[in-house]
């Protein structure tokens, strides 16, 4: 099994800046992809970015292209989003996914793909 917690939402104004993490625990050598998804209310679940765990390929949502990055560190089993130039568009719940199995894009998988999940945190872009 593998535990996710997500840390670092909060609310900010548009134009601002949050980085979230993502702290892995378990068995994490079987986690080859690691992403993050929100959720808005009343939309659907969207994948945001995600990273292949070995070879650090990124894919990243349209939406959020140029504006966020995904990283992740090895030695702490933490991944990262940076997210820059916040829109209120960007609200929602983040959540932390991991897959036993490779991403490969272009886009982020389906939540359907993820097998671990973390219990989400509230990011909450002011106008």
């Known amino acids: 099994q593998v535990q996710l917690v997500e840390s670092g939402g909060g609310s900010v104004e548009a134009g601002g800046s949050l980085r979230l993490s993502c702290a892995a625990s378990?068995?994490?050598?079987?986690?080859?992809?690691m992403g993050w998804f929100r959720q808005a209310p009343g939309k659907e679940r969207e994948g945001v970015a995600a990273?292949?765990?070995?070879?650090?390929?990124?894919y990243y949502a349209d939406s959020v292209k140029g504006r966020f990055t995904i990283s992740q560190d090895n030695a702490k089993n933490t991944l990262y989003l940076e997210m820059n130039s916040l829109k209120p568009e960007d609200t929602g719940m983040y959540y932390c996914?991991?897959?036993?199995?490779?991403?490969?894009?272009?886009?982020?998988?389906?939540?359907?793909?993820?097998?671990?999940w973390g219990k989400g945190t509230l990011v909450t872009i002011s106008s």
């Open positions: 996914a991991a897959a036993r199995t490779a991403c490969s894009g272009p886009y982020p998988p389906r939540g359907q793909y993820m097998n671990y």
């Open positions: 378990g068995y994490t050598y079987s986690i080859y992809c």
């Open positions: 990273i292949y765990t070995v070879g650090d390929r990124t």
